[in-house]
Nanobody, 127 residues
Framework: QVQLVESGGGLVQAGDSLIVSCAAS????????MGWFRQAPGKEREFVAG????????YYADSVKGRFTISRDNAKNTGYLQMNNLKPEDTAAYFC????????????????????WGQGTQVSISS
């Protein structure tokens, strides 16, 4: 069983940067692929970025490609999402998720691939 706790959300201005973290406990994070999703009010949850167990493979939604960077530190059991050049349309609750993966290079980009979820952290961008 993996417990995930996000932190680092907040209110920033358009063009600013923000990093959100995902601390894992209850299991060794290196056994899991990780992903970040977001959900804006009135909208469905959407994939943002995913990273393989080893960190060697990463995949991004087109809407954040070139602005967001997903990373992980398996020694610290923590994942990160660095967000640059934030836009008002990035406003959402951001969730991290973990999925058991047999292959170290697998990246998942659908929410039904993930078994473990954090409670979310709010990111709000003012124009």
């Amino acid at each position: 069983q993996v417990q995930l706790v996000e932190s680092g959300g907040g209110l920033v201005q358009a063009g600013d940067s923000l990093i959100v973290s995902c601390a894992a406990s209850g299991a060794t994070l290196s056994r899991f692929a990780m992903g970040w999703f977001r959900q804006a009010p009135g909208k469905e949850r959407e994939f943002v970025a995913g990273i393989s167990r080893s960190g060697s493979s990463r995949y991004y939604a087109d809407s954040v490609k070139g602005r967001f960077t997903i990373s992980r530190d398996n020694a610290k059991n923590t994942g990160y999402l660095q967000m640059n050049n934030l836009k008002p349309e990035d406003t959402a609750a951001y969730f991290c998720a973990a999925a058991a993966a047999s292959y170290s290079g697998t990246v998942f980009d659908t929410d039904d691939s993930y078994s473990y979820w954090g409670q979310g952290t709010q990111v709000s961008i003012s124009s």
